[in-house]
């Protein structure tokens, strides 16, 4: 019976010391940099989605970011994944403050042309959907925001010439298939 207790204890303890596991978010906000967590959830994100035959992936981490982007090799397109910390007093629960149809518009000002063409939300998700020209190629363009805790939000951006919607379509469904596209 001793055993037993012995055991148990033993699994108890290596459950509780157990370390954050990869495919979680941090969820604190000890510094501005994210946590190791952060950047590994983010390069982790859709990594199985993006073959390394297809996509070439960098990424970038600085204060309040960590961010992977995924260029296509052979069609003009692009995914942006990234996870946003929110350190002050409201965490995300503003999120909606935060990304809004203005303040999203905003972000695609770089292109020659941009129209903010949907948006709507569902749950913890945000999606807006875009029209796009840039150097006379049009593109659709999805962004989401998902709050994944009260200090983290994931975002993330997909890019494809018009003429490859149906890649859109296909990587907006298997990324998000609740909320893939606005009703």
Partial sequence: MNKFYVLAFVLFLSACSAQPSASQPGSGCDSFQPAQADIEYVLNF?????????????????????????????????????????CDEGGTQDIGWYFNDDSVQT?????????LVKSCAKDDFLLYEFEAIE?????????????LNKSRVLTMMLVFPRDESNMLEQYGQQFFPE????P
């Fill in 46 to 86: 859709g990594k199985e989605l993006f073959s390394e035959t297809d996509w070439q992936r960098s990424y970038t981490v600085e204060e309040f970011k960590a961010y992977v982007s995924w260029t296509h090799r052979s069609v003009s397109a692009i995914s942006d994944v990234s996870i946003l910390l929110f």
């Fill in 135 to 147: 150097e006379n190629i049009k593109y659709d363009i999805r962004f989401w925001a998902q709050t």
């Fill in 179 to 182: 909320l893939s596209t606005c």
């Fill in 107 to 115: 972000m695609f000002t770089e292109y020659d042309q941009s129209l």
